[in-house]
């Protein structure tokens, strides 16, 4: 019955989400205060501190003005009910994007000879790792801003695997505008065909324009928000680099961006274009002088992009190395010092790996396709795109990876 074998890996993977958010959501919502703060005042005004005021005003509220027009929509309930309702629609999407993770690695291996049965379970490993760090960021934090700036960020990734030039840009503008360090994903324009670049560029700042001039037209005390500092805590990696500043330094927000991007650019031009989140979440880890543990959720989606589109090992050993390094040392390791070793061991080595690392290629560099191979087939069961291989709805789909019916 291989209808419902296909589909057992879904519903394997909604239980497991099902299972996080049951244990996390009682003592959830650490962070949606702000979220509803911020709602409430880009909808209402706020007596003037509010609206196209909101950033020169409260410079501490750091979302971007999608996720605060979101927030809002769940005003209307009582703070309690509004609160449960963002968890559990922030927590479907985690779900959704493992089936856009999916999707996006069948059509970029099509043709290429990749068992379609074999990728699935690459997905589900790798999902089983992904789900605890995002109901980390989903539920327990609430941050919105976090979710969504990930959750467009693997639109435009499916976007880049279809060669759509401007749903590229647009997903990558509302990941920005959603959370400004969604900056560092921008390298993924690169990875479509060059001839695509300026319209992808294009849609990507006019969209970006859209959403954040208005706030520094309107007030340019908007700048203020960029200013915003937080303590530099010992168990950051910045300590360990040397930076002993008691809060953020003036330099440090651009050169998390600056390394983002240059390591992005490089991904691309290697021929690892899959790489580029986990880089842009490694630049951030590494430099940021704070260490909340959804931070983590990031890297994971990197990690969870890298293993289903950027190797082709079953086993996504990375995502669940990230998973007991990042996230299993918070618990393990006592010693602030320790940890803040630990996630710039983390960086460095898993920076090392997809930028140096001998994978095996799909013949597809910077963004360019290279010759599709024929199909093939494996004693696992047909070859992605081959002939047989039945379930594959859109080129090709993920079998068992239909979106979920509701969140």
């Known amino acids: ?73 769940f005003n209307p309930f009582p703070e309690q009910t509004g609160q449960f309702l963002a968890a559990a629609l922030m927590s ?27 990728l699935r379970q690459r997905v589900l490993i790798a999902g089983l790792a992904f789900i605890p760090m995002w109901i980390e960021v989903a539920v327990r934090f609430g941050h919105l801003d976090d979710v969504l700036a990930l959750f467009f960020t693997t639109l435009a990734v499916r976007a880049v695997t279809r060669r759509n030039a401007a749903l590229t840009g647009a997903f990558l503008a509302l990941a920005m505008d959603s959370k400004p360090t969604a900056l560092a994903f921008v390298p993924l324009l690169l990875a479509l065909p060059r001839h695509q670049w300026l319209k992808a560029g294009l849609w990507c700042a006019g969209l970006v324009a859209v959403a954040w001039l208005p706030f ?91 293993d289903v589109i950027g190797q082709r090992r079953l086993v996504p050993w990375w995502s669940w190395l990230a998973l007991l390094v990042l996230y299993g040392s918070v618990f393990a390791v006592p010693d602030d010092s320790a940890r803040g070793l630990i996630r710039l061991a983390f960086v460095a080595a898993s920076t090392a790996y997809v930028l140096l690392w001998p994978v095996r290629e799909r013949g597809d560099r910077g963004g360019r396709r290279g010759r ?36």
């Open 92 to 118: 479907a999407l985690g779900l959704v994007i493992l089936v856009l993770a999916g999707r996006s690695a069948a059509h970029h291996f099509l043709g290429t000879g990749t068992n379609h049965q074999r």
């Open 372 to 407: 599709r191979r024929p199909p093939a087939r494996t004693d696992e069961g047909p070859a992605v795109g081959s002939a047989g291989s039945g379930a594959w709805p859109e080129p090709p789909a993920m079998p068992w990876a239909e979106p979920p019916a509701a969140r």
């Open 1 to 73: 019955m291989p209808a419902i074998s296909q589909r057992m890996h879904l519903v394997l993977l909604t239980a497991w989400t099902v299972l996080w958010f049951a244990v996390v959501e009682p003592h959830g919502g650490f962070s949606w205060h702000y979220l509803r703060t911020g709602g409430e005042l880009i909808y209402q005004g706020g007596g003037g501190t509010g609206g196209l005021n909101l950033y020169a005003h409260h410079p501490e509220l750091q979302m971007g003005p999608v996720s605060f027009l979101t927030a809002g929509l």
């Open 216 to 306: 520094f037209l309107s007030d340019s005390q908007s700048f203020a928000a960029a200013k915003f500092a937080i303590p530099n805590h010992p168990a950051s990696a910045l300590r360990w680099l040397g930076i002993d500043d008691p809060e953020t330094p003036g330099w440090d927000r651009p050169a998390q961006f600056a390394l983002g991007l240059l390591l992005g650019g490089i991904a691309v031009w290697r021929g690892r274009w899959a790489a580029v989140v986990l880089l842009g979440a490694n630049a951030r880890i590494v430099l940021d002088p704070s260490v909340y543990t959804y931070y983590t959720a990031s890297v994971l989606l990197g990690t969870l992009l890298w």
